[in-house]
């Protein structure tokens, strides 16, 4: 199985700051990278996938780099509502597998 | 609206089955592929099965090879998960998501359910 390795697996930020989340895996996945962000209690929402792809409606503050085994989310300007955990995903092979997820809290 | 409502989860004792069913409308379903993706309290996502648009091909979770089985019902436009022998580490809310492109599984989960919640549990 791949095996997918998210750090950090937590930060704490401030309203405009830029973060960034990487991820690797532990062989060639391609780009076939997604990225979620889930609030407690909901379901996760795609915001990137094949890398660096942005899904519909995600604001341009998110954006993803990387390919082979290691990529990176950065999301610029951090608003209020970026608050969540997020979490990697690779789609390359099954078993599918996510990373263990970062959860970005306000400083 | 492009939607998936889960149903049929509940508390179930070890050893037990439980069969949770997903709900699709506004999209052409038969057109995507469709994953269950499970979450422990307090824990990460995991991934556990998907199958394709025409049920020819169905990947799970090594963990649950045997016990789950995933099908669909495109006329229902309804998607299942079958769940025997179940144990306390099965406890989690359970996602049925969809594959953002009806070319494979490739391209992430675009549309989540709500959740079902599985306990297992005497």
């Known amino acids: 199985d791949i095996q997918m390795t998210q750090s950090p697996s937590s930060l704490s930020a401030s309203v405009g700051d830029r973060i960034t989340i990487t991820c690797r895996a532990s062989?060639?996945?391609?780009?076939?990278l997604s990225w979620y962000q889930q609030k407690p209690g909901k379901a996760p929402k795609l915001l990137i996938y094949?890398?660096?792809n942005m899904h519909s409606g995600v604001p341009s503050r998110f954006r993803g780099i990387g390919s082979g085994t290691d990529f990176t989310l950065i999301i610029s300007n951090l608003q209020p509502e970026d608050f969540a955990t997020y979490y990697c995903?690779?789609?390359?092979?099954?078993?599918?597998?996510f990373g263990g997820g970062t959860k970005v809290d306000i400083k | 609206e492009v939607q998936l409502v889960e149903s049929g989860g509940g508390l179930v004792q070890p050893g037990g089955s439980l069969r949770l069913s997903c709900a699709g409308s506004?999209?052409?379903?038969?057109?995507?592929?469709l994953s269950w993706v499970r979450q422990a309290p307090g824990k990460g996502l995991e991934w556990v099965a998907n199958?394709?648009?025409?049920?020819?091909?169905?990947n799970y979770l090594d963990s649950v090879k045997g016990r789950f089985t995933v099908s669909r019902d495109n006329a229902e436009n309804s998607f299942f998960l079958q769940m025997n022998s179940l144990r306390a580490e099965d406890t989690a809310v359970y996602y049925c998501?969809?594959?953002?492109?009806?070319?494979?599984?490739?391209?992430?989960?675009?549309?989540w359910g709500q959740g079902t919640t599985v306990t297992v549990s005497s």
């Open positions: 995903q690779q789609n390359y092979r099954t078993p599918i597998t």
């Open positions: 062989q060639s996945i391609s780009n076939y």
């Open positions: 506004g999209f052409s379903f038969s057109s995507y592929w």
């Open positions: 199958i394709n648009q025409d049920r020819s091909e169905k």
């Open positions: 998501a969809r594959g953002n492109s009806p070319t494979g599984y490739y391209y992430g989960l675009d549309v």
């Open positions: 094949v890398a660096s």
